[in-house]
C-alpha cells in the first residue's frame, strides 16, 4: 500500500492561528484514573485503564477488533458510565453530571465515526448547520460557522452538494466540518478511515492533525497501521481491555509485537 499524500502538519512549530505546541505543563484535559467498563452481558471491555491527556495532544488508540478501543470512545463521551474507576474532562468527572447536562458536555467535543452519519436528504451545508440551527437560528451567523467550518475542510465549493454526490473522504470531510462547528476543544475520532482508501484515509487523518495543530487535543481510535506509523503521535495499545503500551511518538506496533 503507498500513500502519495504529503507528510504530516509539523507538531511544534506555532500555528496561523497561534495554538503553539502540546501544553505539557498545563493540567490535563482528559483523565482515565483505572477506569474498568463491564457491558451489562459480563463483557469485560476495558479494564484498569489509566492515562492521561494534555491538552492539545494528539492519541492514536490502537488495539485488535474488541479490544476496546470504541469503549474508551464512548466513556469519553458519557455513552456508557465507567464501572469501577474515574473518567474526568477538564476536571470534571463524568459519572457526577447530570443527564441534562449532558449536551453540555458534548458541546465541547466533536465526534466522527468509521460511518459519515449523514443526512441524505439534506445538503452539505444543511448537513453541517443541523447541529446549531435549534440552538442558534440567526441565519447570517449560521451561514458564517458553516462556511468556516466547510473552508477548514477544504469543502467550501461543495456547499449545495448532496451526500450520495460526494467521495466516501469527502463525505467525512462534511462529518469533520458538522463535528467542528461548535469549535470543539476535544475531537474524538473512532475508526474515521476505516471506510476509505488509503490516500483519502490519510487526507482525514492529515486534517485532524491540522485540527490538533489548530489547538484542539486530538483522540483517534483506530486499526490503520500506516497512519499511525506515518504520523508519530502519541500510541495508546489496547489488548483485551487492558491498556499494554502508552508510548510519545509511538508506532502501531512495538519492535517484535506480534500483529494485532
Ligand atoms: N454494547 C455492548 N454490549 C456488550 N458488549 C459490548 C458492547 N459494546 C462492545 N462490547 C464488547 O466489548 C468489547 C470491546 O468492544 P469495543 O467496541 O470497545 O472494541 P473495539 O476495540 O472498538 O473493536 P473494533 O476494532 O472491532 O471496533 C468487545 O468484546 C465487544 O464485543
Ligand atoms: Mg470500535
Not at 500513500?3 to 495554538?19: F, H, L, N, Q, R
Not at 488508540?61 to 465507567?82: D, H, N, P, Q, W
Not at 446549531?132 to 467550518?149: C, M
Request: no cysteine; charged share 25%; hydrophobic share 40%.
Amino acid at each position: 500500500m503507498s500513500i502519495s499524500i504529503s507528510p504530516a502538519p509539523p507538531k511544534t512549530e506555532a500555528s496561523a492561528t497561534g495554538s503553539g505546541p502540546p501544553a505539557r505543563h498545563d493540567p490535563p484535559i482528559i483523565v482515565f484514573e483505572r477506569v474498568s467498563k463491564s457491558y451489562p452481558n459480563g463483557v469485560s471491555a476495558v479494564q484498569d485503564v489509566s492515562f492521561t491527556v494534555r491538552p492539545r495532544d494528539f492519541v492514536f488508540v490502537v488495539g485488535a477488533s474488541g479490544a476496546g478501543k470504541s469503549t474508551i470512545i464512548r466513556l469519553l463521551i458519557r455513552e456508557e458510565t465507567a464501572t469501577k474507576g474515574h473518567v474526568l474532562v477538564e476536571g470534571q468527572d463524568l459519572a457526577r453530571i447530570r443527564h441534562r447536562h449532558l449536551p453540555r458536555l458534548r458541546r465541547k467535543m466533536g465526534i466522527v465515526f468509521q460511518d459519515f452519519k449523514l443526512l441524505p436528504k439534506l445538503t452539505v451545508a444543511q448537513n453541517v448547520a443541523f447541529a446549531i440551527q435549534v440552538t442558534d437560528p440567526g441565519r447570517s451567523y449560521l451561514k458564517e460557522k458553516v462556511g468556516e467550518a466547510l473552508y477548514i475542510v477544504g469543502l467550501e465549493d461543495k456547499l449545495n452538494s448532496y451526500p450520495t454526490e460526494l467521495s466516501g473522504g469527502e463525505q467525512q470531510r462534511v462529518a469533520i466540518a458538522r463535528a467542528l462547528i461548535h469549535r470543539p476543544r476535544i475531537f474524538l475520532a473512532d475508526e474515521p478511515t476505516g471506510n476509505l482508501d488509503p490516500d483519502a484515509g490519510w487526507g482525514i487523518v492529515q486534517l485532524l492533525l491540522q485540527i490538533n495543530h489548530r489547538g484542539a487535543t486530538v483522540v483517534m481510535a483506530t486499526h490503520n497501521r500506516e497512519v499511525v506509523d506515518l504520523s508519530r503521535r502519541r500510541v495508546l495499545a489496547m489488548e483485551g481491555g487492558r491498556l499494554i503500551r502508552d508510548e510519545q511518538e509511538g508506532h502501531y506496533l512495538k519492535d517484535g509485537e506480534a500483529n494485532l
